[in-house]
């Protein structure tokens, strides 16, 4: 195992993760940013910073602001379009039956850059639902995908994930310390679902499962109001988001093999 580490390890090119390392800065500024917020963010040096970026402005990836700030560019939207077209749309039918068994708005989620990236939504037929915007991130301690996600690793590495990303509150009942998260982690893994019980909206809980065999770490989950979403949806719920997300995961394995 640690041979294979190794290995992984040295096929990974630095330029390369410099280079989306801006680019996930950028998007995480929400957009836009100077060179010199870049610079801060990423803990890259000044002149590391304006190499990536004149390479980056003549691919198309980013662009100069009249300010003189730089933002994403045009060329990565169709790219975006089409990793949510092969990880998201190939599960709309599936998520489209669990919308209408339960009536609550679904997502389905990956685990990229230690962040959860939202890939497809179907939203709820109440006009009191919840909507999240596909392409948007969130952390993993907040959310209940991420919480599926990480009952699945090791202690060690969930900590690392944790120290490195931070946990903010986002709401009265965000947890915010790593401990408190890993003490939750076994009973999740055990009971085979998570809850984001207003951790990352007041009003709002969310109910998640792991996709298996998918192409790349993710999950399904279930969100709306509290007032609907009681212990006895989440019973009822829960055995129809692990059949919904293994058929999501059978789909996806077969239009997309696993890279390892």
Not at 14 to 28: I, K, M, Y
Not at 240 to 259: D, F, H, N, V, Y
Request: aromatic share 2%; glycine share 10%; with cysteine.
């Amino acid at each position: 195992m640690e041979a294979e580490v190794r290995d992984a390890d040295s096929q990974r090119v630095q330029v390369v993760e410099r280079a989306f390392t801006l680019l996930r800065v950028l998007d995480e500024a929400g957009g836009a940013a100077t060179a010199g917020e870049l610079k801060r963010a990423s803990g890259l040096a000044g002149p590391t910073v304006h190499r990536l970026l004149h390479t980056l402005i003549g691919l198309g990836m980013v662009h100069q602001l009249a300010d003189r700030r730089y933002a994403l560019g045009a060329n990565l939207v169709p790219l975006g379009e089409s990793a949510t077209r092969q990880l998201g749309g190939p599960a709309v039918p599936q998520m489209q039956a669990l919308v209408a068994e339960l009536g609550e708005s679904v997502n389905l989620a990956a685990m990229e850059s230690e962040m959860i990236v939202y890939i497809g939504q179907v939203p709820s037929p109440h006009t009191m639902r919840l909507f999240t915007e596909v392409g948007r991130r969130a952390h993993l301690h907040s959310t209940g995908v991420g919480k599926a996600l990480l009952a699945g690793l090791e202690p060690a590495r969930v900590r690392e994930i944790l120290l490195a990303t931070g946990m903010p509150a986002l709401t009265e009942k965000t947890l915010t310390r790593p401990q408190s998260l890993l003490d939750q982690l076994p009973r999740i893994a055990a009971q085979g679902y998570a809850l984001d019980d207003e951790e990352q909206e007041m009003g709002v809980r969310c109910l998640a499962v792991v996709v298996p065999q998918g192409p790349t770490p993710m999950g399904l989950s279930v969100s709306g109001p509290t007032g609907r979403m009681d212990d006895g949806f989440v019973r009822h719920a829960v055995p129809l988001m692990r059949r919904t997300a293994a058929e999501i995961g059978r789909r996806l394995s077969r239009l997309s093999p696993r890279p390892w």
